[in-house]
């Protein structure tokens, strides 16, 4: 298991970058839904379709939510792309399973200290209308290991519009607090696929049907 070394000097490095690269190739971010009051302890769970995931969520972290955030990432994307590591990506083996415990325990110790985590719970990319999601079991496993965990389903997605360039719409749902929960653990995993179906289905149908005034540009 790779970890993170975070880099103020890198990440301001690469949010000037990326916010250059995605200008050049997107029309916009757009963004729904209020960030939590706090984000200690929080794990963030967005879809996963496409390589620019990463960068989104890059750009959503810092201009909009502000955490001090971990991202779980391939152990083979890491290392084709090692400035991730100095911007919080640690990485994970599917190959392993005892690669898999370890950055899941990574994860949980970050959570812990009141850091925030990012986790595809999809695992790989899929097609964005792709249905079910398929969640892996790394999200239900955080959320039944740390106490006062709280969860935030986040949904991405790309569409092309009256423009040129493509639009992505990020939407962040509500928070959710497993501590009070009875649900196990295979529960829980079918409890957040569900919630992150319908809040990425939602956004779907705002953008079939033109009802996109609760979203506001990010760039």
Same mark, same amino acid.
């Given at each position: 298991?790779?970890?993170?070394?975070?880099?103020?000097?890198?990440?301001?490095?690469?949010?000037?970058?990326?916010?250059?690269?995605?200008?050049?190739?997107?029309?916009?971010?757009?963004?729904?839904?209020?960030?939590?009051?706090?984000?200690?302890?929080?794990?963030?769970?967005?879809?996963?379709?496409?390589?620019?995931?990463?960068?989104?969520?890059?750009?959503?972290?810092?201009?909009?939510?502000?955490?001090?955030?971990?991202?779980?990432?391939?152990?083979?994307?890491?290392?084709?792309?090692?400035?991730?590591?100095?911007?919080?990506?640690?990485?994970?083996?599917?190959?392993?399973?005892?690669?898999?415990? +370890?950055?899941?325990?990574?994860?949980?110790?970050?959570?812990?200290?009141?850091?925030?985590?990012?986790?595809?719970?999809?695992?790989?990319?899929?097609?964005?209308?792709?249905?079910?999601? +398929?969640?892996?079991?790394?999200?239900?496993?955080?959320?039944?290991?740390?106490?006062?965990?709280?969860?935030?389903?986040?949904?991405?997605?790309?569409?092309?519009?009256?423009?040129?360039? +493509?639009?992505?719409?990020?939407?962040?749902?509500?928070?959710?607090?497993?501590?009070?929960?009875?649900?196990?653990?295979?529960?829980?995993?079918?409890?957040?696929?569900?919630?992150?179906?319908?809040?990425?289905?939602?956004?779907?149908?705002?953008?079939?049907?033109?009802?996109?005034?609760?979203?506001?540009?990010?760039?």
């Amino acid at each position: 298991m790779i970890p993170a070394k975070k880099s103020i000097f890198w990440e301001k490095g690469f949010n000037l970058f990326v916010t250059r690269l995605v200008k050049h190739y997107f029309n916009n971010i757009y963004i729904q839904g209020s960030p939590p009051i706090s984000t200690q302890r929080t794990l963030f769970l967005p879809n996963h379709s496409t390589w620019w995931d990463p960068v989104i969520i890059f750009l959503l972290n810092r201009h909009v939510l502000q955490a001090d955030s971990y991202a779980m990432m391939h152990e083979s994307g890491l290392k084709d792309v090692p400035i991730f590591q100095k911007i919080g990506a640690f990485s994970v083996n599917k190959e392993s399973r005892r690669d898999i415990l +370890a950055s899941l325990q990574y994860a949980k110790e970050r959570l812990e200290e009141g850091k925030s985590v990012w986790m595809f719970p999809q695992g790989d990319e899929h097609h964005l209308e792709q249905r079910p999601l +398929a969640f892996q079991s790394g999200a239900a496993y955080l959320a039944k290991k740390v106490e006062e965990i709280q969860i935030v389903p986040v949904a991405l997605y790309y569409t092309f519009q009256s423009s040129r360039k +493509a639009n992505v719409y990020v939407s962040l749902g509500n928070a959710i607090h497993p501590m009070d929960s009875s649900l196990n653990k295979s529960e829980w995993n079918a409890h957040l696929e569900v919630i992150s179906t319908a809040l990425l289905d939602n956004v779907k149908s705002n953008i079939i049907h033109h009802n996109t005034k609760d979203y506001y540009p990010l760039l």
